[in-house]
């Protein structure tokens, strides 16, 4: 005799998996990421109430797909992860507060705001101020070496500036198409008779994970670094608050988003969601909410990890945009 609920957790976790195979290694996604998040809450808060029924493979504890193994395998030394979601102020709030109740004191940190750049997650290792290896998340302990493609990104220095920078260390950010980018692509894979791409994260996840970097270096990609991973060999100590450490990483060249400001409340943080917000469909680029997160490391460290996403960092989406019918547009113009 079946469970309903074993039932009803077994189909949920099939749906993503098939959602996220299209997704993460086809690059080629099947609905709009508000069905996948849809799916994904009703997923959550079913093994909420279930919590004997999670399983470590459960889509709500891994990170992104399986890596092509085309690429050749990178192993994360420090693990990339996802990030947790808000979807209003409240669960925002309720994410600060946890944070709080965990540490047992207040939270005396600033946060750096940042905008939800829709892109995907690069690793760069710089060895010695020289570009070494470019890696994609995969599944967050495993990733793909994209080393010459990533290499033919513009704006991402093949050598940093400056001195003063770790002679082993990982730069993490990410990879977009800018809107008129992604149009002008578009208009020419028209005109050559080709598939279009579904959107600009689509068309950027696509041409990165080329095998052939000559193609990728025909699309129009841009990184913004957003974090540092591996550290090794510091030379000079790296600044304890995350924003400090954005503003070293923009010392030795490398590309920041503009957009990114440090706050001293929750509150602000609030107002940076509503600023930016407004400001989305001017942006150059898409993006699909803010991400916040607390600023002293010390404190970051502290609050450490769950499964798959930091305690100190959230990603507050904005609401959907994106419907069916656009991706279904786009494949009848194929
Ligand atoms: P996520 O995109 O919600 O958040 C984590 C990612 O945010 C990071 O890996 C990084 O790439 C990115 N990011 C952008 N700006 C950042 C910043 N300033 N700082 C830190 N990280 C930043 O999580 P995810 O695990 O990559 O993907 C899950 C989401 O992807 C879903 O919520 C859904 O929207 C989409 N998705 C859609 C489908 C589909 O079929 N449509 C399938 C899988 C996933």
Redesign the pocket.
């Known amino acids: 005799m079946h469970n309903p609920v074993t039932q009803r957790l077994a189909e949920l976790r099939a749906t993503?998996n098939d959602?996220?195979y299209?997704?993460?290694v086809l690059d080629d996604?099947?609905?709009?990421?508000?069905?996948?998040?849809r799916v994904?809450q009703e997923l959550k808060a079913l093994e909420q109430q279930h919590p004997d029924l999670i399983t470590p493979d459960s889509p709500s504890q891994k990170?992104?797909?399986q890596p092509i193994a085309a690429f050749g395998e990178v192993q994360h030394e420090v693990p990339?992860?996802?990030?947790d979601?808000a979807f209003d102020n409240e669960e925002f709030q309720a994410f600060v507060k946890r944070a709080g109740d965990r540490l047992k004191r207040p939270l005396n940190s600033g946060f750096c705001c940042?905008?939800?750049?829709?892109?995907?997650?690069?690793s760069v290792l710089y060895e010695n101020g020289q570009l070494v290896r470019g890696a994609t998340?995969g599944d967050g302990r495993t990733g793909e070496n994209i080393t010459a493609n990533v290499k033919t990104i513009g704006n991402l220095p093949l050598a940093l500036r400056g001195e003063g920078y770790p002679a082993r260390f990982e730069v993490?950010?990410?990879v977009f198409m800018r809107r008129d980018g992604f149009e002008k692509l578009n208009q020419t894979q028209a005109e050559q008779g080709k598939k279009l791409f579904a959107n600009p994260?689509n068309a950027a996840a696509g041409s990165l994970r080329q095998l052939d970097s000559r193609i990728t270096a025909s699309r129009p990609l841009t990184f913004?670094a957003?974090?540092v991973g591996l550290v090794e060999d510091e030379v000079e100590e790296l600044a304890d608050t995350h924003y400090g450490r954005l503003q070293q990483l923009k010392a030795w060249g490398l590309p920041l988003?503009p957009e990114?400001r440090l706050v001293k409340d929750s509150q602000a943080c609030g107002d940076f969601y509503q600023q930016i917000l407004q400001k989305r469909d001017a942006l150059a680029y898409e993006?699909?909410?803010?991400?916040i997160?607390i600023d002293d490391l010390g404190i970051q460290q502290e609050l450490g990890f769950v499964a798959?996403?930091p305690r100190w960092?959230i990603?507050w989406?904005f609401p959907a945009q994106e419907e069916m019918t656009e991706l279904l547009d786009v494949e009848f113009q194929v």
């Not at 993006?287 to 991400?291: E, F, L, P, T």
């Open positions: 993503l959602y996220n299209q997704y993460y996604p099947s609905v709009p990421d508000a069905e996948y998040d994904m990170v992104g797909g990339m992860l996802s990030l979601n940042e905008p939800k750049l829709d892109g995907l997650a690069v998340r993490r950010g990410e994260r913004y957003y974090s988003c990114v993006i699909d909410g803010v991400v997160k798959r996403a960092a990603a989406k």
